[in-house]
């Protein structure tokens, strides 16, 4: 279908496009380059808030900003990674997506300052009236789409999480939150404290080390932390004696493997995984250091993301004495650093609180079908990437447990697989339709605090299929890659109004 021009205008004809993605980091390139891929006749726009393309890689500036996964699982199925380093810094994975929005040119499809603040579906049209606000200049247009496709992630892009901290305005030295890191923070030579225990903070402690004087990472309990090479030796001699297809797909599968095992192990012998990362601290540290208080986690692995050091990074810099771990509660910051609980302080020029996101689901679109509002916890999660009760409605999540990237493949194939066998039965509306028998879970099963403090916000998981959210790649690969589209929760409807059905396959 041919756009329109159109100024927003009431008397003007909207511009139209077949599938409207939302967001240009990557899941919505990655979605875009499916779509270009299987159905190179469709219409195709992306809208992006912000400036550029990239999302998270472009957004996070802070020093040693890394993947917390291998590039072969978190780079596209489609576009090999090729880089000897399987940990990757954010400018690597940065130019990644760029390369690959050139190669299957949807860099051009890119709309930037474009941030969708409503959409309502219109039934007896099938198509979704989008309302826009452009970021640059304050305007609102409108367009229209007939498959509306989500990829902004979940979290705020404009504000992190910062807990309250007593005290924290009356610090003489200065503050950042890793979201919004400033070009210019000076931090040589100087005593820095970064609160927070997570994958940012982990990162961030033995990036700053050579330059700062000391730095501190402070948490109030522990996480996991296990230490892998930045380099995948296995991958690369595969690279060497292999075409490079095969190598790129034996790697994705080695790691793909790799971290269902880690991850079922961790869940049916949570004991066993505990000694034995226990062990594998104690092992990079040095010798008496009290593991027990810094590294042992009251909760098991995987009931949050286990972070990842490239190297063991965070471990050499213990070791140098470049940096340290203080684990205690805060009680207030003064102004030249933090008293603790314990009666102890810790002297700081520079605090970093890296102690979390905020979660913004579907970027903050307010939905609605037919004029009624769609009330996302009233709805149920279907295969994990559509809605119940909302036509021609996708969205991309990944995994908790491993690579974002791997689900974002899968629901990308899904949805052109969707929109083909649509085409091909001359549907032009399909809507996941809840069982009412089906018992209601929480959208996602996980304990890490950023999700916590924000599931009432999102619709819930069922507890059988299609509407539980399996956070298992192996059993995705055979439900949505190699499955029917059509299933007894789906309905479609036909272009001929008399002949709507349910199809069932």
């Known amino acids: 279908m041919t756009p329109c021009g159109n100024d927003g205008g009431p008397d003007e004809l909207l511009e139209h496009v077949d599938v409207l993605i939302v967001g240009a980091g990557l899941s919505g390139i990655g979605a875009a380059c499916q779509l270009r891929r299987d159905r190179p006749g469709s219409t195709l726009a992306i809208l992006e808030a912000r400036d550029t393309i990239g999302g998270t890689w472009d957004l996070f500036r802070y020093p040693g900003i890394r993947s917390d996964s291998d590039m072969f699982t978190l780079g596209y199925r489609f576009k090999p990674w090729t880089d000897q380093k399987a940990i990757a810094d954010g400018p690597a994975i940065l130019s990644y997506v760029h390369e690959t929005a050139r190669e299957y040119g949807v860099d051009s499809l ?131 004696v292999l075409p490079s297809p095969l190598a790129y797909r034996l790697s994705r599968w080695k790691n793909v493997l790799t971290q269902t095992a880690v991850f079922q192990l961790s869940k049916a012998r949570p004991g066993l995984v505990k000694s034995l990362l226990r062990r594998l601290a104690i092992a990079q540290l040095p010798k008496d250091y009290p593991v027990d208080v810094h590294f042992r986690p009251k909760y098991n692995p995987w009931d949050q993301r286990l972070c990842l ?18 684990t205690d509660h805060i009680d207030t910051v003064t102004e030249s650093g933090i008293r603790l609980r314990s009666g102890d302080q810790l002297d700081a020029d520079v605090l970093i609180t890296a102690t979390g996101l905020n979660l913004l689901v579907f970027g903050g679109i307010h939905l609605s079908v037919d004029g009624a509002e769609v009330h996302l916890p009233d709805r149920m999660a279907y295969k994990g990437m559509m809605l119940s009760g909302v036509p021609n409605f996708a969205y991309t999540i990944g995994y908790t447990n491993a690579s974002w990237t791997l689900k974002a493949d899968l629901v990308s194939e899904y949805i052109s697989r969707l929109l083909t066998y649509m085409d091909e039965h001359g549907y032009d509306e399909c809507v996941p339709e809840r069982d009412p028998r089906v018992e209601e879970e929480p959208f996602l099963d996980f304990a890490a605090g950023y999700v916590l403090r924000s599931l009432d916000q999102f ?47």
């Open 309 to 326: 050091v490239p190297d063991g990074d965070l471990f050499r810099a213990i070791r140098r004495g470049a940096a340290s771990i203080v």
């Open 459 to 505: 619709p819930k998981q069922g507890a059988e299929a299609p509407w539980k959210l399996r956070m298992n790649y192996l059993r995705d690969v055979l439900t949505l890659r190699r499955g029917s589209v059509a299933d007894d929760a789906m309905r479609f409807r036909a272009r001929q109004r008399s002949s709507s059905r349910n199809t069932i396959g």
């Open 110 to 240: 890119v709309r930037f300052h474009h941030r969708v603040v409503h959409a309502d579906y219109a039934s007896d049209e099938r198509r979704w009236t989008v309302t826009v606000e452009r970021t640059d200049t304050g305007e609102t247009i409108t367009l229209t789409c007939g498959f509306l496709y989500c990829c902004s992630g979940y979290y705020r892009y404009d504000e992190g999480y910062t807990p309250d901290i007593p005290g924290l305005d009356r610090f003489a030295g200065t503050v950042v939150h890793p979201q919004h890191w400033p070009e210019d923070l000076d931090y040589a030579d100087k005593r820095v404290v970064v609160i927070g225990s997570g994958a940012t903070a982990v990162t961030l402690v033995p990036a700053m080390a050579p330059d700062a004087e000391h730095v501190t990472m402070l948490q109030r309990s522990p996480s996991y932390i296990i230490a892998q090479p930045g380099v995948d030796v296995v991958a690369n001699f595969f690279r060497k």
